[in-house]
Each structure stands twice: as structure tokens, then as C-alpha cells.
């Protein structure tokens, strides 16, 4: 399976992404874990240090891990599928190159995508893909390029790269674009935008995931709450009643705008991106499957 993970900037989706990684490998699964872009949250939450864009580690708890930068892959591509020959290390060192793949539109998205499917369905190494596909605009980009690139082109190499990569995104059987948001207005909101884009785009969602969720009170609970005798411990536990009721109002109105039931991520103590990401992986273990 291939899973795409993205969300608004803080929500941890970088965590939840390593978290799916560990998951399916700790069932025996191979992994590989891509962050689309320059090695950050993914790498850090995985302790990951891929050498070069493309290079793959492995790291502690059987996960392989690996960063698509756009440009490399460009190169990549142009050197093993153009064929440029001796030719290639003059074009690719020309500072007009530099500057072609920077000003083409969509150019980067297209052949990071492709590169993702390479390693996916051709390499037949990975059971399972796991990509940190970055913040939702940066995901939308990647993810919409395929057919965008598709209907351009009506014909040759490019039409038919992309439609290849179109279909396999369009595709539940093997995809699955999950979408990470907190139980906050402005987080859920633009996840509820980003799965309605992804339905407009005819394109494989998987769960809306909210993270950091707290656990829902006892019914008796406000009753309780009225019984306290001590004024700061009372205001304690008001201001956690009326944060887990914010959250349920929040995922309620989510689930109701898109028909999709949200799935919760327990809130975590404070620590460590790794320890989360691995105290993440049994919750969302059936996600990852």
C-alpha cells in the first residue's frame, strides 16, 4: 500500500508518518518512508540521515528511509530514461538547467511523483510506502500534477509517464491519501478543504486523522465537576472539560461537512519526535496495514 500523509504546518504529521512506518514494519512489512522535499521532520522523527536525494537507510525498527528532493529527481530522470549519454553531466552542471527546472511549472511535482511510483510498483522491493508529503498546498501541488500534466500533453513520453501516475493515485486499492489535522478550527478546517479538493480531483483518500486528541469524559462528569470544593483545582478541571468538548464540537461538524468518520490520536506527554512517532505506531497500526 501506498500512503500519503499530509496536513496543516504543526499538526505532527511527520510524527503520524513515522508512526505508520514503524507500524507496518513492527508486522513484518518492508517499509520505505519518503519525505518529499529536504530531509526534516520525517528523517528526524525516524533518526534518519540519507546520505544524497534518493539514497536509502535503514534505521532502528526495520524502516528504510529516503528524501525526493525535485531537482535531483529531474536529473535522475533526464540521465536514466532520456538516455543523454555523455551529454548529461554537461546539461546537468549548465546553469541554464538549473534555472529551467526552477521556472517549469510543475516540472518537480511530476517527476517527484514519479519517482515515488518507481520505487513503489517498480523496484519491487516495499510492501508498504509511507510519504510525508509536506503541508497541504505543498501535497495538493505534487498529488494534482499527474493529471494536470496528463490533459497538457496529449501524447508522448510526458502523457504517458503521467497518466500512468494519474491512474495509480486514483486507485484505493493501493492508495491512500490520509489527511492530519488537531482539534482546533483552523487545523480541521483545512483538512475538510483538503479532502473536498481530493474528491474533486477524483483522487484515493484514506482517513481524516486528528491528533492529539484528549480522552472523552465520564458521563457523570460534570456532576463531579460541581461536587469539587477546591477553587484551582476546579478551574483546572473546567478548562480540561471545556477543551475536550471544543474538540468533539470540532470533529462532530468535520464529520458531519465531509461524511467521513475522523479517526483520534491520543495526546502524547512531551517528548521526543522518535518516542512519539513510536508510541504513535500501535494506535494507528491498523491505518498502516
Given at each position: 500500500?501506498?500512503?500519503f500523509i499530509?496536513g496543516?504546518?504543526?499538526?505532527?504529521?511527520?510524527?503520524?508518518?513515522?508512526?505508520f512506518a514503524?507500524?507496518?514494519?513492527?508486522?513484518?512489512?518492508?517499509?520505505?518512508?519518503?519525505?518529499?522535499g529536504?530531509?526534516?521532520?520525517?528523517?528526524?522523527a525516524?533518526?534518519?540521515?540519507?546520505a544524497?536525494?534518493?539514497?536509502?537507510e535503514r534505521?532502528?525498527?526495520?524502516?528504510?528511509v529516503?528524501?525526493?528532493d525535485?531537482?535531483?529527481?529531474?536529473?535522475e530522470?533526464?540521465?536514466?530514461?532520456?538516455?543523454?549519454?555523455r551529454?548529461?553531466?554537461?546539461?546537468?552542471?549548465?546553469?541554464?538547467?538549473?534555472?529551467?527546472?526552477?521556472a517549469a511549472p510543475g516540472?518537480?511535482e511530476?517527476?517527484a511523483?514519479?519517482?515515488?511510483?518507481d520505487e513503489f510498483i517498480l523496484?519491487r522491493r516495499w510492501?508498504?510506502?509511507?510519504v510525508?508529503?509536506?503541508?497541504?498546498?505543498?501535497?495538493?501541488?505534487?498529488l494534482?500534477m499527474?493529471a494536470a500534466a496528463a490533459?497538457?500533453?496529449?501524447?508522448?513520453?510526458?502523457?504517458?509517464?503521467?497518466?500512468?501516475?494519474a491512474?495509480?493515485?486514483?486507485d484505493?486499492?493501493?492508495?491512500?491519501i490520509?489527511?492530519?489535522?488537531?482539534?482546533?478550527?483552523?487545523p480541521?478546517?483545512?483538512?475538510?478543504?483538503?479532502?473536498?479538493t481530493?474528491r474533486?480531483l477524483?483522487l484515493?483518500?484514506?482517513r481524516?486523522?486528528?491528533?492529539?486528541?484528549?480522552?472523552?469524559?465520564p458521563?457523570?462528569?460534570?456532576?463531579a465537576?460541581a461536587?469539587?470544593?477546591?477553587?484551582?483545582v476546579?478551574d483546572?478541571l473546567?478548562r480540561a472539560?471545556?477543551?475536550?468538548?471544543i474538540?468533539?464540537?470540532?470533529?462532530?461538524?468535520?464529520q458531519?461537512?465531509?461524511?467521513?468518520a475522523?479517526?483520534r490520536?491520543p495526546?502524547l506527554p512531551?517528548?521526543?519526535m522518535?518516542a512519539?512517532?513510536?508510541?504513535?505506531?500501535?494506535?494507528?497500526?491498523?491505518?498502516?496495514?
Amino acid at each position: 500500500m501506498l500512503h500519503f500523509i499530509t496536513g496543516k504546518g504543526g499538526v505532527g504529521k511527520s510524527t503520524i508518518a513515522a508512526a505508520f512506518a514503524l507500524a507496518a514494519a513492527a508486522r513484518g512489512a518492508r517499509v520505505l518512508a519518503i519525505e518529499l522535499g529536504d530531509p526534516a521532520g520525517l528523517c528526524r522523527a525516524l533518526r534518519a540521515r540519507p546520505a544524497s536525494p534518493g539514497a536509502i537507510e535503514r534505521v532502528a525498527g526495520g524502516v528504510h528511509v529516503a528524501y525526493f528532493d525535485g531537482a535531483a529527481a529531474v536529473a535522475e530522470y533526464l540521465t536514466r530514461k532520456v538516455h543523454l549519454g555523455r551529454f548529461a553531466r554537461p546539461i546537468l552542471d549548465h546553469p541554464l538547467y538549473n534555472a529551467f527546472v526552477a521556472a517549469a511549472p510543475g516540472l518537480r511535482e511530476l517527476v517527484a511523483i514519479g519517482k515515488v511510483r518507481d520505487e513503489f510498483i517498480l523496484q519491487r522491493r516495499w510492501e508498504v510506502v509511507v510519504v510525508d508529503a509536506g503541508a497541504s498546498g505543498h501535497a495538493l501541488e505534487h498529488l494534482r500534477m499527474p493529471a494536470a500534466a496528463a490533459k497538457t500533453f496529449s501524447s508522448g513520453r510526458v502523457h504517458r509517464e503521467a497518466s500512468v501516475n494519474a491512474e495509480l493515485l486514483r486507485d484505493p486499492s493501493l492508495v491512500a491519501i490520509h489527511v492530519v489535522a488537531t482539534a482546533e478550527e483552523m487545523p480541521l478546517g483545512e483538512a475538510a478543504q483538503t479532502i473536498e479538493t481530493l474528491r474533486t480531483l477524483d483522487l484515493a483518500i484514506g482517513r481524516v486523522i486528528v491528533n492529539r486528541c484528549v480522552p472523552p469524559a465520564p458521563p457523570d462528569v460534570d456532576d463531579a465537576l460541581a461536587r469539587v470544593d477546591d477553587v484551582v483545582v476546579a478551574d483546572v478541571l473546567y478548562r480540561a472539560r471545556s477543551w475536550e468538548q471544543i474538540q468533539e464540537r470540532g470533529i462532530a461538524a468535520l464529520q458531519a461537512r465531509l461524511g467521513l468518520a475522523a479517526v483520534r490520536v491520543p495526546r502524547l506527554p512531551i517528548m521526543e519526535m522518535n518516542a512519539q512517532a513510536r508510541a504513535l505506531a500501535w494506535p494507528i497500526a491498523e491505518l498502516a496495514a
